[in-house]
């Protein structure tokens, strides 16, 4: 190929480079778009299996962390699944009355938030409950010291303690700050914050083993976070 055929041949190319990378983003979005309108409305969620030995934990018994799997965890899932359907029909049929829609959106919404809630405390479980140093450091700069945090955490699983409810280390995108959130239930989490740890307070997380004792279950919570999962988070 002589030099002006190798020029010819190199520019065409990076035309259609060019080309193609300037179509991409178009393509690209109108594909996420029509992904995004079918699974608004199809989308059925598949329980994810606990990620550790259910006779590795120490203080929290296999038969109630099976029954939180199985009973709570899993019919949450079901629970929306099914009322993804219902919605759909709801929204087909035009003498379905907004109320009765907003209804059901309500019910997915604290559906929702009870799955994903869920999948987080059992993804934050199954360790030995030691947090290294640089995850201690990273806590500390937010809260003066690693007890300061803990003691406020523990405060609140303790006062929701014979009710409902989670405690949540989150960060703040918005507010730029990492703090600890108490959430009255499954739809009360706090606008652009992520989970960086999730402790499940309602009674169904420890009666089986505990009764009424639920400072006896944080203590059983604090020995079994899983550090490591908690540090990819942050």
Do not use: C
Request: hydrophobic content about 40%; glycine content about 8%; cysteine-free.
């Amino acid at each position: 190929m002589s030099d002006t055929s190798r020029r010819e041949f190199i520019q065409v190319g990076a035309a259609v480079s060019l080309l193609a990378s300037a179509a991409s983003p178009q393509r690209l979005e109108a594909a996420e778009e029509t992904k995004m309108t079918t699974t608004a409305f199809g989308y059925q969620h598949s329980p994810v299996p606990l990620p550790f030995d259910v006779k590795s934990l120490k203080g929290i018994s296999e038969k109630l962390i099976q029954s939180h799997w199985e009973n709570n965890y899993s019919g949450a899932i079901k629970a929306l699944n099914n009322v993804r359907g219902r919605l759909t029909q709801a929204l087909n049929d035009t003498n379905t009355p907004p109320y009765v829609y907003n209804g059901l959106k309500r019910e997915q919404l604290i559906r929702t938030g009870s799955v994903v809630l869920h999948e987080l405390y059992f993804a934050n479980l199954g360790g030995d409950g030691k947090a290294g140093a640089d995850l201690r450091t990273r806590v500390a700069a937010s809260f003066g010291s690693f007890d300061a945090w803990e003691a406020e955490f523990r405060k609140i699983g303790q006062g929701l303690g014979g009710g409902s409810g989670w405690v949540v280390l989150g960060y703040n995108e918005k507010l730029k700050l990492l703090e600890n959130y108490w959430l009255a239930d499954h739809a009360s989490n706090p606008p652009q914050t992520t989970p960086i740890l999730v402790m499940d307070m309602y009674e169904h997380a420890y009666q089986m083993d505990y009764g009424a004792a639920a400072p006896k279950y944080i203590d059983a919570f604090f020995a079994n976070i899983q550090w490591d999962a908690v540090a990819r988070r942050l």
